[in-house]
């Protein structure tokens, strides 16, 4: 018998620090708390040598891999939280569609969806709990391997950002094929959106079961819809998960966890997505932290936003940048972040300084008050 079916979701070792779960709901807190999107990648030798010649979505269904591949930058940095290693296209890999990862290329699916037709190619009931248990278990794993010693953020691709994929068949700048179904096909754009969203909310749920504290729903192609294809197609979706999730949560009598939504470049519905349901409202680095924190009222807690490029700069620079954000944001309801991933060329030594730079300036204005 596999020995992560030995494995279950009781009896975790107790949370040590849970500075980034108080952030979120507002609390008080003695540092502010940071992690970084894509923290577990290529920019670490570990994580490139761990890789090493494996096909990439059969690590993502190796809990073992995704496991150790979360863990590693906890082994270097003071992160307050850990981001579980998977990728947001398991969610049309479970609805019958192939996806690849190419080398040099990225996601491909070999046979997207051209025309509404093809939806019918689609699982019409996907069952999460048997297509993606793997992330179930390696969820259940790392909350277990992790001591306790920070808070396990489980995610998903949001209905549109996942849409696209499907019928792009990867990544596109564009996005025009997508595009093209919502003027062209908007009865079926809606059809493939509240499909995805179905299979959303039942993995978020899944997820939660399996140990995750705290869900974190990635919208990252807002930037190619303007405010009013944003309203119809992207943001009642996004409501609607956190509805759900919370309602199932509560019906199955787990305790609600933080949910964070990170629409990239929707700074347009900043106003809207701080009333969407989410406690906390990831930024990208295009958005003043001052006028964020004016639009958003004061009803989520805020997440970023440091340029990812700024890790280029000297550890000197970085701090100093860090420091001007954090003034910009305030010490309350706040996760210091990237305002993306890191890129593979990194230099860990300037992602130490970023992680440090955050809980050095952040401990000196909150001992100013």
Not at 18 to 24: E, G, I, P, Q, S
């Amino acid at each position: 018998m596999d020995k992560d079916n030995l494995i279950l979701p009781k009896d975790f070792p107790e949370l040590k620090n849970d500075t980034f779960l108080r952030a979120a709901r507002g609390e008080e807190i003695e540092h502010i708390p940071v992690w970084c999107m894509r923290q577990a990648g290529r920019y670490l030798p570990e994580f490139r040598e761990s890789r090493a010649g494996k096909d990439f979505f059969e690590t993502c269904r190796s809990p073992e891999a995704c496991c150790e591949l979360t863990l590693q930058p906890l082994r270097r940095f003071p992160f307050d939280a850990a981001i579980i290693f998977s990728d947001i296209l398991v969610v049309p890999q479970a609805m019958g569609m192939e996806v690849q990862m190419c080398p040099g290329k990225g996601p491909t699916f070999p046979e997207p969806l051209k025309e509404p037709e093809d939806l019918q190619r689609l699982k019409t009931k996907v069952d999460v709990f048997s297509e993606l248990d793997y992330v179930f278990k390696a969820i259940t794993l790392t909350r277990h391997r992790i001591e306790g010693k920070v808070p396990l953020i489980g995610f998903t691709g949001a209905p549109w950002t996942l849409m696209s994929y499907m019928i792009e068949g990867g990544g596109s700048t564009t996005h025009s094929k997508a595009k093209r179904w919502l003027y062209r096909y908007p009865e079926a754009s809606h059809k493939l959106l509240s499909q995805l969203t179905d299979v959303i909310v039942e993995y978020l749920l899944g997820q939660v079961k399996a140990g995750a504290q705290a869900l974190q729903v990635f919208e990252s192609h807002t930037g190619c819809l303007g405010p009013v294809e944003f309203k119809e197609f992207s943001l009642p979706y996004l409501r609607d998960i956190a509805r759900r999730v919370k309602d199932k949560l509560k019906k199955s009598g787990l305790d609600n966890v933080p949910m964070i939504v990170f629409a990239k470049d929707g700074h347009y519905g900043l106003e809207d997505l701080s009333e969407s349901g989410y406690e906390v409202v990831g930024l990208d680095w295009t958005i003043d932290p001052r006028s964020a924190r004016v639009r958003t009222g004061g009803k989520v807690s805020l997440q970023g936003n440091m340029d990812p490029c700024a890790l280029y700069a000297t550890k000197e620079r970085i701090s100093e940048i860090v420091k001007r954000m954090l003034e910009g944001f305030g010490t309350k309801g706040y996760i210091a972040n990237l305002g993306h991933g890191l890129y593979p060329d990194m230099d860990p030594e300037n992602v130490g300084a970023f992680v440090e730079a955050v809980h050095t300036h952040s401990r000196q204005l909150l001992n100013r008050k």
